[in-house]
């Protein structure tokens, strides 16, 4: 068990619907990271919080947003969404967010748009 | 554009022998590598790294190479067990820059490892 939390596991909605993907980190980490994995492709980073501010940003689409709350909790809010947003969404967290840090994933909360 | 690259989805290998999964990379600003491993259902779990200022790094039965004239790693597992078998992913990231995105790790697409007993 990494420390880290991430529900729902299964998430199905239709074409056009928005989901919200919540990520609990490990207890004393600031930092969280969103990736997203689709089907045979490595895991593509997002974002990156670093206690409550924005620190570096990936292939975040336009239609996705994420924040990270005073508690640290983080979620990820996708909209309009497509077929093509079907993917296992994974949540991570490290301590200070640097680069040496190793960074301690959750299980996924898989996605599925139909 | 691909940065890191996982050629082998695949490699089956015998119980008690080394374990030798690969790993190419094409950018030169990437200065720090890791290794991670997934089980099914589970998320991905770092298992060892190093940087680009060694060329070997070992812990247990797991060594990290890194030849960065040639832009490539590799993570050998001796002796390998059934219970390493997972998917492995090589990831990298450019520590040594300035910026908001030093800390962006790039991942390849991984290799399942499948070690019979």
């Known amino acids: 068990d990494s420390g880290v939390t991430q529900t729902p596991k299964h998430l199905i909605t239709a074409t056009g619907q928005r989901v919200t993907l919540r990520c609990s980190p490990r207890s004393g980490d600031l930092s969280v990271y969103w990736y997203q994995q689709s089907l045979d492709q490595g895991l593509q980073f997002l974002i990156q919080?670093?206690?409550?501010?924005?620190?570096a940003k990936g292939n975040i689409l336009e239609r996705f947003s994420a924040q990270q709350f005073p508690d640290l909790h983080s979620e990820l809010n996708l909209s309009s969404l497509e077929l093509g947003d079907s993917a296992l969404y994974f949540c991570a967290s490290s301590f200070s967010g640097t680069g040496l840090d190793i960074q301690y994933f959750g299980a996924g909360t898989r996605l599925s748009v139909l | 554009d691909q940065q890191v690259k996982q050629n082998s989805p695949s490699l089956s290998v015998q119980e008690g022998r080394i374990s030798i999964l690969n790993c190419d990379y094409t950018n030169s600003m990437f200065d720090y590598f890791l290794w991670y491993k997934k089980y099914p259902a589970e998320g991905p779990t770092f298992l060892i790294s190093i940087s680009s200022i060694k060329d070997k790094n070992e812990d247990g039965r797991f060594t990290v190479f890194l030849n960065k004239s040639a832009k490539h790693l590799s993570l050998h597992i001796v002796p390998s067990q059934p219970g390493d078998s997972a998917v492995y992913f090589c990831?990298?990231?450019?520590?040594?820059?300035?910026?908001?995105?030093?800390?962006?790790?790039?991942f390849g697409k991984g290799t399942l490892l499948t070690v019979n007993p």
């Open positions: 919080y670093y206690n409550g501010e924005e620190r």
């Open positions: 990831a990298a990231s450019a520590l040594g820059f300035s910026g908001g995105s030093n800390y962006k790790l790039t």
